[in-house]
């Protein structure tokens, strides 16, 4: 959940280059900050709160070094403050440490160390590490064979990056967190994800678990967990600079809101042939149709899952999604031919990986879905299909959802072979119209929202209902609203209303309804629509207008018409948008709402 | 001190463009499948700029959305012009990001990289407060004209209308930072800071204003029809007679006549004839046996089967059914009040509208944004936006 940052080979700058890339990393988690620096000695500046504490600190008293490491943090353990950030030292200064995880054994080894003297002054795990160096240190190992001890005696998740006084290196490692090294002209770099330094280098190596590198300013080496010598693959990033850079909008939300169309346009690329009728995803040619299909996936991306599920179900496949955390503790029985599939943007989910781990271990063949080429589901699952996306800074996910909707619906059509059919061609080219649709929400609803926003504004709680495809999107509608306007706000598949929740339906509280095409689903929704209006509640139809819900609806948010269910998807733009203009005229802090993090690799 | 930043003048909606400018800038309209904006970007790059300030304005979300925080390994910076009041006031916005000397070209008109380069040395070479390239063209009086002494600009004149002038404004300039002072000084008139008038009370209070003459490309649409002259012209410089982007299909049985370009995920399909003169946008497609030539189609297009199109604009996601025949040739089109005649133009049909099967349009035909026109219809004339036709 924190990120890390290191550099050495730059001369004057490198605590600019750390603080630069805490800043892109930001989104990753933001309740404390620091940096060390070496020149012989060690310095620390470390503050709780945002970045521009830590950037007031540095200003006030500046350091310097040829090399450093840099970390900022989202609480696992203890609350965040200034002695709590990261880097934690040794009580004489020797060792200075950024740590990303959990240290499982951490209390035993603390009561060990503080029984050899060694004083802790935070509630951290990570604070082990530098004392458990120096220890080794005070034993007489040199500093690389004091990191390497330490490591041996770790026990959790961690992505490590280490400095000792009077030693020319930055030492790292990782287990089951991420860690990437950026190797520049004359000066490399670590990160706990690449934009931390992509405005240095583009060259990347995605360190495997157990992997050890040592950083000198002449040159770096990457070690097996045996200590063995290897020579990993140097990976180009093509993302561009740009795309961690908000492009002229307000917040990364918005600019990522306004990114669909193009995030979509990159994720059908290539994928559908028109003229066939048929939808061709190239990394999943050699996967066969599975006879059953498991989605594991936590938050967003647990509601693109059952999106999936669905559609699997109606192409005749069983099919079922489950919440990643409770997948593990209970997990379902698993066919010979199923296929377990898990959908995380970030490829680093630890619930999610945890649950592809638990049905890797009973014999399942996987798949990830995700938008992080490298990260860790990708290379650990037997298939991967990606997204497609680009990165997204916004901790609140918005384009992605989008395309893990279009990606798993490439998925199922490409698993499952009509090429030709009537219902393929169909949904062909509704997907080769997605883009253009989504666009035109976004040009049509300028002012709209911005008024709805006005008038509801101040309501008790907000609650969101759809039927069938559209019922993710009322559960999406709502977790984006509470997750950025910090409002109550809930979803409910429309036909559960009347088992519970409609008890809560009053005059002050606003009901978005989801109605696209004119199914049955659609058809029973304008039922529910009556029953909470006639409990007085404003209603807030999402809809193509191809039934006629304005009649029962106060306000109106009109989607293009489309077909094959991918009216589900430009409902949900309209309730990104509706989620973001609540929340910027609240003033919250769109872009990292408080007690959340973009990427949450822990369980 | 070299040049080292641009600032892009992008703010505007080109309203004599209209239908098209409905849900984008003028600088965003596309000239072989890109927008014109990134024309000028490409003539800015090629100079070896290294920073480039644009200001926006209308459909703002357009420009930032497409090219993003960098372009070519150039950093973008946007600023916001809320309200159009002027090329002065446009200038001024970007004043915080600017120091040195620095470009201000217009990022609605097309421009090559030889006028770049002769403004930056010409502007290098002296000492004056500013520089502007000027190319020589009867299209004089109805932009921008200018009067020179040598190489010293006496005046500048916008829009002239009548008179003899053949020296054009190019609308790419160098300029000292003391610019902007003087843009901030001058008058505004009718509450519009314009740059031509900051200008021209340079020259009168002493400042010198050097005029450098070149040859290069420089090119504007002042209405819908203008989009096919340049594009006819943009393929022409092309090296390729034909692009074909990787990603797209074109079927064996369809025939490309060059010039052609056709974009990413775009279909042909099987016995269309595409080209010569055309452009088909990404993830558009052509239909079995349609015929499409002098035509510029826009991304998300469809073009239904045995579908005509000759002379003609699309915008984007325009539906044209099975049948259309929009014949081309020469007509008389109107736009506001005022009618423009013998115009070569089949027909301007705007965003998202829909051609219903067989519908024909007589030549200067110009159908606005999400319109829907019925099957069989004969169009003439204009069809404004969102009107429903029946027959």
């Given at each position: 959940m924190?990120?890390?940052?290191?550099?050495?080979?730059?001369?004057?700058?490198?605590?600019?280059?750390?603080?630069?890339?805490?800043?892109?990393?930001?989104?990753?988690?933001?309740?404390?900050a620091g940096i060390a620096v070496s020149n012989g000695k060690l310095d620390v500046r470390k503050r709780e709160g945002e970045l521009d504490n830590l950037r007031d600190a540095v200003d006030a008293d500046p350091i310097s070094g040829t090399f450093g490491i840099g970390h900022t943090r989202w609480s696992t353990h203890g609350p965040p403050t200034d002695e709590n950030a990261h880097p934690h030292t040794d009580a004489d200064g020797r060792v200075a440490v950024v740590h990303n995880g959990i240290i499982e054994n951490y209390q035993e080894l603390r009561d060990e160390l503080e029984a050899d003297g060694y004083e802790f002054v935070s509630d951290t795990d990570t604070e082990v590490v530098p004392n458990l160096v120096a220890s080794f240190l005070d034993e007489g190992y040199d500093a690389a064979e004091s990191f390497s001890r330490a490591v041996s005696r770790l026990e959790g998740s961690?992505?490590?990056?280490?400095?000792?006084?009077?030693?020319?290196?930055?030492?790292?490692?990782?287990?089951d967190s991420p860690l990437v090294l950026g190797i520049g002209d004359d000066a490399y770099y670590l990160g706990s994800d690449v934009p931390a330094f992509l405005s240095y280098t583009r060259n990347v190596v995605y360190l495997e678990d157990g992997q050890s590198v040592t950083l000198r300013p002449n040159g770096w080496q990457v070690k097996n967990g045996d200590g063995a010598v290897v020579e990993p693959p140097v990976n180009t990033v093509e993302w561009d600079a740009e795309q961690t850079g908000k492009s002229g909008y307000e917040h990364f939300m918005l600019k990522e809101i306004h990114e669909q169309p193009t995030a979509l346009r990159q994720c059908l690329s290539g994928r559908l042939d028109p003229l066939e009728g048929d939808?061709?995803?190239?990394?999943?040619?050699?996967?066969?149709?599975?006879?059953?299909?498991?989605?594991?996936?936590?938050?967003?991306?647990?509601?693109?899952?059952?999106?999936?599920?669905?559609?699997?179900?109606?192409?005749?496949?069983?099919?079922q999604a489950f919440l990643a955390s409770e997948y593990a503790t209970a997990p379902p029985p698993i066919a010979d031919d199923e296929l377990v599939v898990g959908v995380t943007q970030s490829g680093e989910t630890a619930d999610t990986l945890?649950?592809?781990?638990?049905?890797?271990?009973?014999?399942?063949?996987?798949?990830?879905?995700?938008?992080?080429?490298?990260?860790?589901?990708?290379?650990?699952?037997?298939?991967?299909?990606?997204?497609?996306?680009?990165?997204?800074?916004?901790?609140?996910?918005?384009?992605?959802?989008?395309?893990?909707?279009?990606?798993?619906?490439?998925?199922?059509?490409s698993v499952t072979s009509n090429t030709g059919s009537g219902r393929t061609r169909a949904l062909v080219e509704s997907l080769r119209d997605v883009a253009g649709d989504v666009q035109s929400v976004l040009d049509d609803s300028e002012g709209e929202i911005e008024d709805l926003v006005d008038e509801l504004g101040g309501s008790d709680?907000?609650?969101?209902?759809?039927?069938?495809?559209?019922?993710?999107?009322?559960?999406?509608?709502?977790?984006?609203?509470?997750?950025?306007?910090?409002?109550?706000?809930?979803?409910?598949?429309?036909?559960?209303?009347?088992?519970?929740?409609?008890?809560?339906?009053?005059?002050?509280?606003?009901?978005?309804?989801?109605?696209?095409?004119?199914?049955?689903?659609?058809?029973?929704?304008?039922?529910?629509?009556?029953?909470?209006?006639?409990?007085?509640?404003?209603?807030?139809?999402v809809t193509d207008g191809v039934l006629e819900v304005e009649r029962f609806a106060d306000e109106v948010l009109r989607v293009p018409e489309t077909d094959g269910n991918l009216g589900s998807l430009l409902a949900n733009v309209q309730l990104q948008l509706v989620a973001y203009e609540m929340a910027a005229s609240l003033g919250r802090p769109i872009d990292k709402p408080r007690n959340l993090a973009k990427s949450v690799t822990v369980e | 001190m070299p040049i080292e930043s641009a600032v892009v003048l992008a703010a505007g909606e080109g309203m004599r463009l209209r239908p098209l400018t409905k849900y984008r800038p003028k600088p965003m309209l596309p000239v072989t499948n890109v927008p014109i904006l990134e024309h000028v970007f490409d003539a800015l790059v090629a100079s070896g700029i290294s920073e480039i300030h644009v200001v926006v304005g209308y459909k703002r979300d357009r420009v930032q959305e497409y090219f993003g925080f960098e372009y070519d390994g150039v950093p973008l910076t946007y600023h916001v012009q809320e309200q159009q009041l002027g090329s002065g006031h446009a200038v001024l916005q970007a004043q915080p990001g600017v120091d040195g000397p620095f470009l201000v070209v217009n990022g609605d008109q097309l421009t090559s990289p030889e006028i770049v380069d002769a403004v930056v040395e010409a502007h290098a070479a002296g000492e004056q407060l500013g520089t502007i390239s000027v190319v020589e063209s009867e299209l004089a009086s109805r932009y921008g004209a200018v009067s020179l002494d040598g190489d010293t600009v006496t005046d500048l004149v916008e829009k002239p209308g009548e008179g003899h002038h053949r020296l054009l404004n190019a609308g790419v300039y160098a300029f000292e930072p003391a610019i902007f002072d003087r843009i901030a000084s001058t008058p505004a008139e009718d509450g519009e800071r314009s740059l031509t008038t900051a200008l021209t009370s340079a020259i009168e209070t002493g400042s010198t204003l050097t005029g450098v003459r070149t040859?290069?490309?420089?090119?504007?649409?002042?209405?819908?029809?203008?989009?096919?002259?340049?594009?006819?012209?943009?393929?022409?410089?092309?090296?390729?007679?034909?692009?074909?982007?990787?990603?797209?299909?074109?079927?064996?049985?369809?025939?490309?006549?060059?010039?052609?370009?056709v974009g990413p995920d775009a279909v042909v399909a099987p016995g269309a004839v595409v080209g010569p003169y055309t452009?088909?946008?990404?993830?558009?497609?052509?239909?079995?046996?349609?015929?499409?030539?002098?035509?510029?189609?826009?991304?998300?297009?469809?073009?239904?089967?045995?579908?005509?199109?000759?002379?003609?604009?699309?915008?984007?996601?325009?539906?044209?059914?099975?049948?259309?025949?929009?014949?081309?040739?020469?007509?008389?089109?109107?736009?506001g009040d005022r009618i423009h005649e013998e115009v070569e133009l089949g027909a301007v049909v705007a965003d998202r509208t829909e051609l219903g099967g067989g519908v024909s349009a007589e030549p200067g035909t110009i159908v606005g944004a999400e319109a829907s026109v019925a099957t069989g219809v004969v169009l003439d004339g204009v069809v404004e936006d969102g009107v429903e036709v029946v027959r």
């Open positions: 924190c990120g890390i940052i290191a550099c050495i080979g730059h001369t004057d700058d490198t605590v600019d280059v750390l603080l630069s890339g805490l800043s892109s990393l930001e989104y990753r988690g933001y309740d404390s961690y992505a490590l990056a280490v400095i000792v006084a009077g030693e020319d290196a930055i030492f790292a490692t990782r287990q939808v061709v995803v190239e990394e999943l040619s050699d996967l066969d149709t599975p006879g059953a299909v498991q989605f594991v996936a936590c938050g967003t991306s647990y509601h693109a899952a059952l999106y999936g599920a669905m559609r699997f179900r109606e192409v005749g496949i069983p099919a945890s649950a592809l781990r638990t049905a890797q271990g009973r014999g399942a063949e996987t798949l990830a879905v995700t938008n992080v080429v490298g990260s860790t589901a990708s290379r650990e699952c037997d298939h991967v299909m990606y997204i497609r996306s680009g990165p997204e800074i916004g901790v609140a996910a918005t384009k992605t959802f989008s395309s893990q909707l279009v990606s798993l619906s490439l998925f199922v059509e709680a907000y609650f969101f209902i759809g039927r069938g495809y559209n019922a993710p999107v009322a559960l999406e509608g709502a977790l984006k609203f509470k997750e950025i306007t910090y409002e109550h706000a809930e979803g409910f598949p429309a036909g559960e209303l009347k088992h519970g929740p409609l008890a809560l339906i009053t005059d002050e509280t606003p009901v978005f309804a989801v109605v696209t095409g004119d199914d049955e689903a659609a058809r029973k929704t304008l039922g529910n629509i009556k029953e909470v209006q006639a409990r007085g509640a404003p209603v807030v139809a | 040859e290069g490309l420089w090119r504007d649409a002042t209405y819908p029809w203008d989009l096919l002259s340049l594009s006819a012209e943009m393929l022409d410089r092309s090296d390729e007679e034909v692009t074909i982007d990787p990603s797209a299909t074109v079927a064996d049985g369809a025939i490309v006549r060059a010039p052609v370009v452009t088909v946008g990404r993830n558009a497609s052509i239909g079995c046996n349609a015929v499409v030539e002098h035509t510029i189609v826009d991304e998300d297009t469809r073009i239904g089967p045995n579908a005509t199109l000759v002379d003609s604009v699309t915008g984007r996601g325009v539906d044209i059914a099975a049948g259309v025949t929009i014949e081309g040739g020469d007509g008389d089109v109107r736009i």
